[in-house]
């Protein structure tokens, strides 16, 4: 019943503006970019399908009804390539996302901690998001689109034609970080990502001057579920930046009440034993189960050999080598521990040395593999010196002897292992 009054109510709004649409639609004050979003987003805010609908319908009814979590292998964090003037090196970017999924990851998350998001500007972000969501169109099986019941819920255009092979995996997921110190900001930050593509967002919370309650934490997570609706959110945990400590329980809590949340990105210590934790609340509660919601590793995968132990669904971090971390999730996922800790052991020292405070390392290592031509991180930043250039150049050569590292790694790499 409900369903047949909008649609009738957005058909005849749809026959009265078509035209109007059209007509504003080839202003040439808009891009062609920019005329599209604005005829596909009017369309169907006036046309909304039954489909989308009657998902919101169900979605009020039962948490338990949450689509499975696509959050399943490597994720990794990307770098923001800035030429010398710190203005972006957009066409960088998108060389080092080709790359990534080349090298076969499942998705990537960008405008994060390592991509400096806290030194770009919101025009940046939509830059850096439209990109991202253009190579994800270049590479995917199946061009991604945003979720269904977007505020705008743009119908996907016909997908630029490829300029390489198409991944056989699927969808090729872009998730954004958003995350801001208000949460009304938040929300906008979420919002605006959805409506450029993406196919996710990652949420972290911000500290106070003093602690906020659980309910507050809970409420934080709900209002960027409730003004993004259907948009999967990974909620990091990770303290070490945000000086916000959560406990197992409100973890728990917030996926049980909080439908969008889809992905735990657990990096607070000790990691294992809090993803056990987690996992035995999940288990043995049926309150606080988890709905389908995975758990990934991050911290630059430093404890990932433990935390595959614990029963991870992969990996979400910035460890420029994702060919590394594939291996090791197959293994992990194939129960055989023995070969995953092989690897882990393998390459423990590139791990942990790329795996020292800021971003000007890691930005190195993404230079020296040729995936960005100059490793320039924003002010106040400080750059890599010269002697940390020289030590992690020879770790890699310690690391991967006679091995080209700006291709992905070719599995006689890890054959021995």
């Given at each position: 019943?409900?369903?047949?009054?909008?649609?009738?109510?957005?058909?005849?709004?749809?026959?009265?503006?078509?035209?109007?649409?059209?007509?504003?639609?080839?202003?040439?004050?808009?891009?062609?970019?920019?005329?599209?979003?604005?005829?596909?987003?009017?369309?169907?805010?006036?046309?909304?399908?039954?489909?989308?609908?009657?998902?919101?319908?169900?979605?009020?009814?039962?948490?338990?009804?949450?689509?499975?979590?696509?959050?399943?292998?490597?994720?990794?964090?990307?770098?923001?390539?800035?030429?010398?003037?710190?203005?972006?090196?957009?066409?960088?970017?998108?060389?080092?996302?080709?790359?990534?999924?080349?090298?076969?990851?499942?998705?990537?998350?960008?405008?994060?901690?390592?991509?400096?998001?806290?030194?770009?500007?919101?025009?940046?972000?939509?830059?850096?998001?439209?990109?991202?969501?253009?190579?994800?169109?270049?590479?995917?099986?199946?061009?991604?689109s945003s979720p269904p019941l977007a505020p705008c819920d743009v119908p996907t255009p016909p997908p630029t034609p490829p300029q390489?092979?198409?991944?056989?995996?699927?969808?090729?997921?872009?998730?954004?970080?958003?995350?801001?110190?208000?949460?009304?900001?938040?929300?906008?930050?979420?919002?605006?990502?959805?409506?450029?593509?993406?196919?996710?967002?990652?949420?972290?919370?911000?500290?106070?001057?003093?602690?906020?309650?659980?309910?507050?934490?809970?409420?934080?997570?709900?209002?960027?579920?409730?003004?993004?609706?259907?948009?999967?959110?990974?909620?990091?945990?990770?303290?070490?930046?945000?000086?916000?400590?959560?406990?197992?329980?409100?973890?728990?809590?917030?996926?049980?009440?909080?439908?969008?949340?889809?992905?735990?990105?657990?990096?607070?210590?000790?990691?294992?034993?809090?993803?056990?934790?987690?996992?035995?609340?999940?288990?043995?509660?049926?309150?606080?189960?988890?709905?389908?919601?995975?758990?990934?590793?991050?911290?630059?995968?430093?404890?990932?050999?433990?935390?595959?132990?614990?029963?991870?669904?992969?990996?979400?971090?910035?460890?420029?080598?994702?060919?590394?971390?594939?291996?090791?999730?197959?293994?992990?996922?194939?129960?055989?521990?023995?070969?995953?800790?092989?690897?882990?052991?393998?390459?423990?020292?590139?791990?942990?040395?790329?795996?020292?405070?800021?971003?000007?390392?890691?930005?190195?290592?993404?230079?020296?593999?040729?995936?960005?031509?100059?490793?320039?991180?924003?002010?106040?930043?400080?750059?890599?010196?010269?002697?940390?250039?020289?030590?992690?150049?020879?770790?890699?050569?310690?690391?991967?002897?006679?091995?080209?590292?700006?291709?992905?790694?070719?599995?006689?790499?890890?054959?021995?292992?």
């Open positions: 019943m409900v369903v047949g009054i909008h649609r009738s109510f957005a058909s005849a709004l749809h026959a009265r503006t078509q035209s109007r649409l059209s007509s504003a639609a080839q202003s040439p004050l808009l891009s062609n970019h920019g005329a599209a979003r604005m005829l596909f987003c009017a369309r169907n805010l006036v046309q909304p399908s039954a489909t989308r609908l009657a998902v919101r319908h169900s979605s009020s009814e039962s948490n338990s009804d949450r689509p499975a979590s696509f959050f399943r292998g490597v994720f990794p964090i990307m770098a923001t390539p800035f030429n010398a003037d710190e203005s972006l090196d957009v066409e960088g970017f998108q060389k080092a996302l080709r790359f990534m999924a080349e090298a076969g990851a499942d998705g990537v998350t960008i405008c994060g901690v390592l991509g400096e998001s806290n030194r770009m500007t919101d025009n940046e972000r939509a830059t850096l998001i439209s990109a991202a969501v253009e190579v994800a169109r270049e590479v995917s099986a199946t061009p991604p390489s092979s198409p991944s056989s995996k699927g969808p090729f997921r872009v998730c954004v970080g958003t995350s801001h110190a208000g949460t009304a900001a938040t929300v906008a930050l979420s919002q605006m990502a959805q409506q450029l593509g993406a196919a996710a967002v990652m949420v972290t919370p911000s500290k106070e001057p003093t602690p906020v309650s659980a309910d507050t934490m809970v409420e934080y997570y709900r209002r960027v579920g409730k003004g993004c609706p259907g948009l999967p959110i990974v909620l990091q945990d990770h303290p070490a930046s945000t000086q916000v400590h959560m406990s197992v329980d409100l973890v728990a809590r917030i996926v049980a009440e909080v439908e969008n949340v889809s992905c735990i990105k657990l990096e607070s210590l000790p990691t294992p034993a809090r993803i056990a934790a987690l996992r035995n609340l999940w288990e043995n509660s049926t309150e606080l189960g988890s709905r389908g919601c995975t758990i990934l590793t991050g911290l630059g995968a430093l404890y990932g050999g433990f935390d595959m132990e614990q029963g991870t669904e992969g990996f979400m971090t910035g460890f420029a080598f994702p060919e590394i971390l594939i291996e090791m999730n197959r293994a992990a996922q194939a129960k055989d521990f023995a070969r995953a800790h092989a690897i882990y052991h393998r390459f423990l020292p590139l791990i942990v040395f790329e795996q020292q405070p800021g971003v000007a390392v890691r930005k190195e290592l993404y230079r020296l593999r040729g995936l960005i031509a100059d490793g320039h991180v924003r002010h106040p930043a400080n750059p890599a010196s010269a002697a940390l250039k020289t030590a992690l150049a020879a770790q890699i050569a310690r690391s991967l002897p006679n091995v080209d590292v700006t291709k992905p790694l070719p599995p006689a790499v890890f054959d021995e292992l």
